[in-house]
């Protein structure tokens, strides 16, 4: 057998795989690192997008969710839960069907794009939505574990944040070093903590002479690591980081002083001009929360001749609502020559 074996098998050194004996993967990882050139000149220095919605199930989750299930199914687990914005919940649906075992997907009713909850219905979850927000249903997983024989796969897992450093290496294996800036988008502010590890570990292997900024940006209407308190009703069109209350909130802390980075806010309207900037510019169709990675580095710019990665966590198919809603209406025309011809300025 040949070609990609998913990230347990191509990076197995880089992880503690003890006690298991069978890998569940979707052959997730080795996704596109695309440089951007018309950022890259809008911005006077080297951009690249690592495109993060070509994995099996359209994110960034899948990288976490395959260390979190191989590791549930190992230690003996039958049935996993998690609180979610969308993506974990599809991601956790799919991992565990393929390890055959049962899941239980907690979503904040009304809160998901609908894409989303369309997978996790369809790998057969068990998808409960909780008249709450993302931050109680999270709440209610966790304390769940107590009284039920289940295992949580939300990014509190420590086998998630393992899974996902494997972002890092990639960008480095194709750059041949780690970029000056990391751009990414925060909400529960895992995968920041989890892409510093990554490039750390490389640092501190020398497959990388220097480590990178990071650069964290959060949604303004779901700001809390910025405003420096809980949100209580976060808000924002970016619903994977409509979050008030991040779990990893102090290792974000920990990354952003260790990397000399910084954690920033940008509006919707950021974020729907980067969303929009992107699929036509760049031709990657990502969804909102992942465009506030570019939107920062427009905002706030970046120095000049820098090599900056921006992350683009998931994929634009997953909501269709925001996709249409923030584009213009395709007119109707009747179906003749004239009324085309009429149409198109002919
Ligand atoms: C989960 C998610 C995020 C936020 O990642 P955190 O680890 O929670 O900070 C950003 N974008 C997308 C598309 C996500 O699914």
New binding site residues.
């Given amino acids: 057998m040949s070609g990609w074996q998913g990230l347990l098998k191509e990076y197995a050194a880089w992880f503690d795989l003890a006690g298991v004996d069978e890998v569940v993967t979707l052959q997730e990882g080795n996704t596109p690192l695309l440089r951007a050139d018309r950022l890259s000149e809008r911005l006077g220095a080297h951009v690249w997008l690592k495109f993060e919605g070509v994995n099996p199930t359209g994110?960034?989750?899948d990288r976490g969710m395959t260390m979190a299930i191989t590791k549930a199914k190992a230690h003996g687990a039958t049935k996993v839960i998690c609180g979610s914005?969308?993506?974990?919940s599809a991601a956790a649906a799919a991992y565990a069907a393929k390890a055959g075992l049962e899941c239980v997907v907690l979503v904040p009713e009304g809160k998901i794009a609908l894409g989303k909850l369309a997978q996790a219905m369809v790998y057969g979850a068990t998808v409960l939505q909780i008249r709450g927000n993302f931050d109680q249903a999270l709440d209610l997983a966790r304390e769940l574990t107590q009284h039920l024989p289940i295992t949580i796969v939300n990014?509190i897992n420590p086998d998630r944040i393992e899974g996902q450093k494997t972002g890092a290496f990639e960008i480095v294996d194709v750059l041949g070093r780690a970029p000056d800036i990391l751009a990414i988008?925060?909400?529960?502010?895992?995968?920041?903590t989890?892409y510093w590890r990554g490039f750390l570990q490389y640092y501190e292997a020398h497959r990388s002479t220097s480590l990178p900024r990071m650069w964290g940006f959060q949604a303004a209407g779901a700001a809390p690591i910025v405003l420096g308190h809980p949100v209580a009703n976060p808000e924002t069109i970016a619903s994977?980081?409509r979050?008030g209350n991040?779990a990893?909130w102090v290792p974000a802390l920990e990354v952003v002083h260790e990397s000399h980075g910084d954690i920033r806010a940008v509006t919707d309207d950021d974020i729907l001009d980067a969303y929009r900037y992107v699929a036509r510019y760049e031709s990657v169709f990502c969804?909102p929360?992942?465009a506030a990675s570019v939107a920062g580095v427009l905002k706030f710019g970046v120095p000049e001749g820098a090599t900056v990665v921006c992350v683009l966590?998931?994929n634009g198919l997953k909501d269709p609502d925001t996709a249409l809603s923030s584009s213009a209406r395709p007119p109707v025309v009747d179906a003749t020559l004239e009324a085309l011809m009429s149409e198109l300025g002919g």
């Fill in positions: 994110s960034f989750k914005t969308g993506n974990t990014s988008p925060v909400g529960n502010a895992g995968n920041i989890a994977a980081i979050i991040p990893s969804e929360a992942s966590t998931g």
